[in-house]
């Protein structure tokens, strides 16, 4: 997942660009508002995660990750398996805005790893990575509707939740 930026480092390098998991569904308001948001590198963060999660998962806890931003909303933590609700301030929506300048800090540290280590990685993994490196995440919190679509069950609750 990771790697595959690399492919598209050319046109990162030149553009702004969101970078989003192809089995999500958004509204085109949200992706206006993570053009416009602050930061070389922007994620937004779904402040109502946890009805989303009961309603595909049942237990909330199953699915989810950590994640923690501080009061200006930089990113603080994610992607860890949380051992209870208090360790989710909002959920990873799969989708990352990079200015050129933000691909350049993501590319130069993970042009420190071995090849290996970047094929492990996913998104969340990237962006825990990012933090502990000091480069800025700034989260957007949002309650827009969204959904990730990864079962039959998912895309019923999609077409219901855009209906």
């Known amino acids: 997942m990771v790697l595959s930026l690399f492919l598209a ?3 990162l ?3 702004d660009t969101i970078v989003a ?3 999500i569904v958004v509204p085109p308001a949200l992706l206006k508002s993570v053009s416009a948001a602050a930061g070389e590198i ?7 995660w946890q009805g989303l999660w009961e309603k595909r998962f049942g237990d909330p806890l199953i699915d989810s990750e950590t994640m923690a931003y501080d009061p200006s909303f930089n990113l603080t933590e994610i992607g860890n398996h949380p051992r ?8 990873f929506m799969g989708m990352v805005r990079l200015t050129p300048s933000g ?4 590319r130069a540290m993970l042009g420190k790893l071995h090849l290996d280590d970047i094929l492990r990685l996913d998104f ?3 962006l825990s990575l990012a933090v502990k490196e000091g480069i800025n995440v700034v989260c957007l919190p949002t309650s827009e509707i969204w959904c990730e679509v990864d079962s039959e069950t998912d895309l019923q609750l999609a077409n219901q939740l855009f209906a």
């Open 124 to 126: 969340t993994a990237m």
């Open 103 to 106: 691909w350049g800090q993501l």
């Open 21 to 23: 998991y192809g089995d």
């Open 84 to 91: 209870s609700l208090e360790q989710v301030q909002a959920q």
């Open 42 to 48: 922007c994620i937004p963060v779904d402040l109502r």
């Open 9 to 11: 480092s050319e046109w």
């Open 13 to 15: 390098e030149t553009e």
